[in-house]
């Protein structure tokens, strides 16, 4: 996990919340919201839509966020991923700027570290309880907040 200078990316200066946000940062980004340790959000949008839906819990929330930056294997990959890539990093970075803005306690995650379980719609219901629709991008978000689940 990445730790930044400034005390609200610093991972050992972390206050515990009851709210923890998911961000898988991308053209359609997922975002799932942990609050009192019971999905209430697991949602794919644009990330304008997705800022609108962290906004009314800044102050009380961590968010838990996909780093491309850490991911350290690409593998035997054409032009077209590695732009992909470039693209997701771009994004990463203009959420580091909603972040710095805000002063949101971030932790940042490598992708490897994410895993797919979740991959399986069907697995991922069964072991959230979350039914309603969901992408790729959500729920990888919601992985990065299972942690926080009762």
């Not at 930044?4 to 991308?26: A, C, E, F, Q």
């Not at 990330?47 to 906004?55: A, E, G, Q, R, T």
Request: hydrophobic residues 35%.
């Amino acid at each position: 996990m990445g730790i930044h200078k400034k005390d609200h990316r610093d991972n050992s200066t972390l206050v515990p919340t009851s709210t923890y946000i998911g961000i898988d940062p991308g053209t359609r980004t997922g975002m799932a919201i942990v609050k009192d340790g019971i999905y209430i959000a697991v949602h794919t949008g644009d990330i304008l839509d997705i800022f609108d839906k962290v906004m009314p819990y800044i102050g009380s929330c961590t968010i838990l966020i996909e780093n491309p930056n850490l991911r350290n294997y690409f593998g035997n990959t054409g032009r077209e991923v590695l732009q992909g890539a470039g693209s997701i990093k771009r994004d990463f970075a203009i959420w580091e700027t909603f972040i710095d803005r805000y002063c949101i306690p971030t932790i940042e995650v490598a992708p490897a570290s994410i895993g797919r379980s979740f991959d399986n719609e069907v697995f991922f219901k069964k072991v959230t309880g979350w039914q309603g629709r969901t992408s790729k991008h959500a729920r990888d978000a919601a992985k990065l907040v299972y942690r926080y689940t009762q």
